[in-house]
């Protein structure tokens, strides 16, 4: 169960849904076809430990990513969201947005994979312990940044637009927010507040991507750990860190304060790529099916 003020860091609690996250990036990235590639991934579960190397090397038996219907949909889904807003930002960028905020950065290396415009700043903000963990591995691989990246180590939960100003963030200009598997792990006033947060610090010309997902129903939830046992105790962990509760719609929240959104549930996104869209399937998709992806520009 989620606490008020509760930490991690990359192998515990929230923080290894960083890790499983990267897991399935680097999984996804090497299916042929895959609509997103992420070389970091696999370094950042490398350093992880045994166990993430393990996955990637094919010798973890009945782990839910590998060996489930879950872990296939997982897959597609994390592929389909990484390019989502892989092009997102570099639609940002081409219009000229020169500061992006990308909100529980977790292991996201788009300031060392994406190709930055000269002056960009890329400001990434998560737990110390979690960002840490990501500059210690990078750096011990000599990979930089291609971009002016920032970090912020704050919880999100607190008075981090401070913390943002004070690292240089300016909002007379436009910037590119982006909050990808975040809001699932904060509860439903702290994501009004951050709804709230990036309208207030938004100059015109500024983007916000966000990814969402519904509530989890007790049909769905029961779906997910259907398949293995470790996928049960899987299940069982994420239910208890999420807060699984009503939260404003992303794109009706925005729109209704005069931006311009665009929303895309992600069956929809894959068919559209021409992926397989899990729901399709017989075992059907269990989480991809609940989360949609949305854009919107302030004008
Ligand atoms: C599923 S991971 C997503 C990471 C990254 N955005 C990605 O898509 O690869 C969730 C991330 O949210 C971060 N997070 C969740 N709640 C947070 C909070 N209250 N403050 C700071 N970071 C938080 C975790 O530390 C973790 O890195």
Redesign the pocket.
């Known amino acids: 169960m989620r606490t008020e003020g509760d930490t ?1 860091d990359i192998k515990t609690g ?2 290894s ?2 890790l ?3 897991a399935a990036r680097a999984l996804a990235g090497d299916e042929p076809g895959a609509l997103a590639e992420d070389p970091f991934a696999e370094d950042f579960l490398r350093a992880a430990g045994a166990e993430w190397a393990a996955l990637l090397d094919g010798e973890a038996p009945g782990h839910p990513l590998t060996e489930t219907e879950f872990g296939k949909d997982f897959q597609e889904f994390q592929a389909a969201r990484t390019r989502y807003f892989d092009d997102y930002i570099r639609a940002a960028t081409a219009e000229d947005v020169r500061q992006v905020v ?1 909100l ?5 290396a788009r300031a060392y994979r994406l190709a930055w415009p000269d002056g960009t700043v890329v400001y990434e ?3 110390p312990q ?1 960002l840490d963990f990501k500059r210690e591995v990078l750096a011990g691989n000599g990979d930089e940044p291609r971009a002016d990246r920032r970090e912020i180590q ?4 607190d008075d981090w637009p401070q913390a943002l100003r004070d690292s240089g963030f300016d909002p007379s200009v436009p910037t590119a927010w982006l909050a ?3 809001l699932i ?2 509860p439903a006033d702290k994501v009004e507040q951050l709804f709230e947060t990036v309208h207030s610090l938004s100059a015109p010309g500024s983007r916000v991507a966000i990814e969402q997902m519904d509530q989890v129903s007790e049909a769905a939830a029961e779906a997910i750990g259907r398949q293995s046992d470790e996928n049960e105790q899987a299940r069982t962990e994420w239910l208890q860190m999420i807060y699984n509760e009503p939260r404003s719609e992303a794109a009706a929240w925005f729109t209704a304060r005069g931006w311009t959104a665009e929303r895309v549930d992600v069956p929809e996104y894959l068919r559209a790529h021409g992926r397989p869209a899990p729901v399709d399937q017989p075992a059907g998709g269990v989480v991809s099916n609940l989360v949609s992806l949305v854009t919107a520009v302030r004008s």
């Open positions: 991690w929230v923080g849904t960083a499983f996250v990267a990308i529980a950065a977790g292991l996201d903000l998560d737990r979690v704050v919880d999100l939960r990808e598997g975040l792990y904060l």
